[in-house]
């Protein structure tokens, strides 16, 4: 829930210029939604390695994202996979961090989950 807050100081007569009343809040009208984002689940498999996440982590945070889940496990072939789910504001932000996270050295795959083909 969005909540913004806007300080309107005013005397009694409705004037701004003398401090008399208390902060008011603001509520954005019904609907509005500022700073909407979507949560995106996404599916990474790469090399077991030291570093990995903090690499993916480091990636989807420089791109303004937010990891609000993540599951992690190892494979016996020396694989890790991931799930994350990120918050993206927009469909060409989260091209960027696929792109991106496809590009680290030691990621085999990366998909949008149920996005596969």
């Known amino acids: ?6 300080a309107v100081i005013r005397d009694r007569t409705g004037c701004p210029s003398r401090p008399t009343w208390p902060i008011c809040r603001r509520r954005p009208p019904p609907g509005a939604r500022p700073d909407a984002k979507s949560r995106v689940d996404v599916d990474m498999v790469f090399r077991d390695r030291s570093g990995m996440l903090a690499q993916i982590s480091h990636t989807i945070s420089e791109e303004g994202s937010d990891i609000l889940s993540c599951q992690l496990r190892t494979e016996h072939n020396d694989t890790g996979v991931a799930a994350m789910t990120i918050l993206v504001r927009d469909a060409p932000q989260l091209a960027r961090i696929i792109d991106r996270l496809q590009s680290l ?3 085999l795959q990366v998909e949008r989950r149920g996005q596969a083909g």
């Open 105 to 107: 050295s030691g990621m």
């Open 1 to 6: 829930m969005w909540l913004g807050i806007l």
